[in-house]
C-alpha cells in the first residue's frame, strides 16, 4: 500500500515535470536537443518506473506507531526551529534546547537529555570557534552591545 | 614522467607538517566514523566537507583529509561489526558473519587484528594498483568524447541501481529522481532558469553538499528517533590484543584473493565496496576446499571480505579520479568535495594538477601504515568509542551537519532544504528506495545533459551518434546488461543473513 501510494504521488509528480518543462524558456541560441528534452527524457523513464512500483509493490514497510509519529514531528519542529534561531539568537542557547530535546526524542531521559543538550553545546562552540576558527557569536549579539 | 618521479614528487607534497598532520586526523576521524554504528563512511565525509571548507584548506589538504577519513572509515566499520554484530558501514556487513561468531567464542582480539592486518593488505595494494592503472586510464580517457561520456555515465546508474540494489525499479526512480533535481538552476547553454519557480535561492540549483548531508545525516537522526536509540552493549569481551601469527600466515592467500576481486569490484562505475566485500566473501567460501566453519567464526572469513572492502575503497577511486565518474556512495561524495573545489576530474587532472593527484597517493600510503598502527595495537581506544550512546551522537552529528552547511551558505534557505532532505531520506529508506542514486544523479545531472547535448550538436542532432564508436558501444552493453542481469544472477546467489542473537 504504502509503495502504491508513493509510486501514484511520484508518478503524478512526473506528469507534472513532464508538462513542466513546457514552460522552461528557450533562447535563440538552440542547439538540437534544447532544454526541454533532458528533463522530459527523465520525468518519463520515472513515470515508468513509479508505474511500475504501483502494480507490483513490495512488502509494507513497518510504520511508525502514533506516539512515535508525533516524536518525530516534534523532532522536525525542532530543526526548523533551530535553523531559525541560529543567526539571531546565538550558537549556545539554540543548541543546547535543540539538541536536548532530540536526545530526549531519542532516549526518554530527562537528565541525561539536558546534559546532552548543555554538554554539546559547550564543546562544540569550543571546537567551532576555537579549534576550527569559524565565525560564530554565542549570545545574542544585543547582548553584546 | 614515470610513476617514481611523480610519486616523489607526491610525497614532498604530502611530508609537509600540515598535510601530515591532516592525514593522521583523517585517520582518527575516519575509524571512529567507521566504527560508530549510524555514522557510516558517506555521511561521516559528508558532514565534515563544509567544515574542511570553512577552515580554508587548500584543494590537496582537503581532498588528502577526506581521502584518509574514507580509508579510516573502512578499516574502522570492521570493530562493531565484530564486536557488536552490528556493520559500522555497509560493506562492514559480510564481517558480521564470521566475525561476530569468532569474537563469541573468545577470539574478539584475533578478529580485531587479523581484519585490521587484511584492511592493511588490502588497502595498500590497492594504493599501488591505483598509482599503476589511474595514469594508464587517464590516457584512455582522452579518446572519450561526449558520446562516450554520457553513455559512461548511463553505466554508472545502471550498475548501481543492477548490483547494488534489490529492487531496480526503485533505484532507476532514485537516479531519476536524482537527475530532475540537478535540473533545477540555470541551464548551461542557454543561461535561463529551469523548475525554479521565480525563487532566486534556485536560481543557483540546489546545492549537493546540503542535498547530501540531509539524505545522510539528517535522516538518521530521525531513523534513530524511530527506533529508540537503541543502545548497543558490547556483547563479547575483549581480552589483551596478542597477534596471531599462525591465522595471519594462513590467510595471506585469502587476503591476496581477495584483494584482487575487490579492487577489480572497485572500478567498476556505480559498484563499491560493499560489492567487493560480498564477492570477495563468497569466492573465498567457493574457493576454499573446507568451507564447513564459514560463517560460524572461519579466520578467512574475517580477512577475505575486509581484504575486499578495502581493496574496493582503493580502486573506486580509480573511476573517480580519472573519469569523473564515482564508483559509489562515498567516493560520490568525495567527487563532490573535488567539483566544490573547482577540480574536474578527468585525464587533465593528472597532467594539470599532477601535485593533486601525487600528493593524494602519497598521502594514501601514509594514511595505510598509520591506520594499521590505530587499528591494531591501538584498537581499544577506538571500542571505547563505540560506548557512545546514540542519544549524545546523533544530536551532536546533527548539530554539526546544521553548523557546516549554514557556515557554507549562511542561508535560511540551505538550512530549510536540508531539514526537507532529510525528511525525504527518512521517508525513502522506510520505502526501501537507495538514496545513493539520488546524489549521484544530482552530482552527475548536468555533466550527463551537457554531454548529451553536447553530442547532438556534434552530429547535427543525429542520434545514431551516440552508438558509433566501439568504446559507446560497450558502455551501452555493458549498462544494459549490469542493469538486466542481476535479475537473473539472483535466483543463484543469495546475499547471507546476518546472525541473530
Redesign the interface.
Known sequence: M??RL?GLI?LIG?VA?FL?AAN????F?????G?KL??RM??A??GL??L??VI?P?EE?E??VAG?WF??AI??AV??A???T??PLG?LIP?AV???V??Y???A?VV??VL??I???GG?FII?KFA?????FAVPRAWLG | MDTFSLLAQGFAVALTPTTLALAVAGCIIGTMVGALPGLGPSNGVAILIP?AF???LDATEALILMTSVYYGAMYGGRISSILLNIPGDEPALMTTLDGYPMAKAGRASDALVLSGVASFVGALLATFGLMLLAPILANVAYLFGPAEYFALYLLAFSTLGGIASN?Q??A??AA??G??IA?IGL?N???????TGNNLHLMDGVDFLVAIVGLFA?SE??I???S??K?SAIGVKLESITIPFKDIARCTGTMLRSTVIGFIAGILPGAGASLGSFLAYMAEKSYVKDNSMFGKGDPRGVAAPEAGNNAAAGGALVPMLTLGVPGSGTTAVLLALLMTLNITPGPLLFTERPDVVWGLMAALLIANIVLLILNVPMVRIFVKVLSV????L???V???S??GI??LSGS?FD??LM?LF??LG??LR???IPTVPIILGILLGNH??DS??RA??LS??DWKYLFQSGISIGFWIAAVTGFVAPVFLRRFITKPQAHKD
Open positions: 504504502s509503495d508513493f511520484v512526473s515535470y513542466a522552461i524558456p528557450t533562447s541560441l538552440v542547439d538540437p536537443v532544454p533532458f528533463p527523465i520525468s523513464v520515472a518506473c513509479a511500475l512500483i507490483k513490495d514497510p510504520w511508525p512515535t516524536r518525530l523532532a522536525l530543526l526548523v533551530y535553523a531559525y541560529l543567526k550558537f543548541t535543540a539538541a536536548g532530540l536526545s526524542q531519542i532516549q531521559r541525561a537529555a546532552t543538550g554538554g554539546l553545546s562544540l567551532f576550527l576558527g569559524l565565525s560564530l | 567544515l570553512s577552515f580554508g529492487n525499479r526503485k532507476a526512480l531519476c529522481i537527475l530532475g535540473m541551464d547553454s542557454t543561461g535561463l532558469g529551469r523548475f539528517v537522526v530521525f534513530f528517533i524511530e529508540h536509540g543502545s550512546p546514540p542519544r549524545i546523533l544530536p551532536g546533527c548539530m554539526v546544521f553548523v549554514y557556515s535560511y538550512l530549510i531539514i532529510g525528511l527518512y521517508f522506510k520505502l526501501n550527463m545533459e548529451l547535448r547532438m550538436v547535427g542532432g
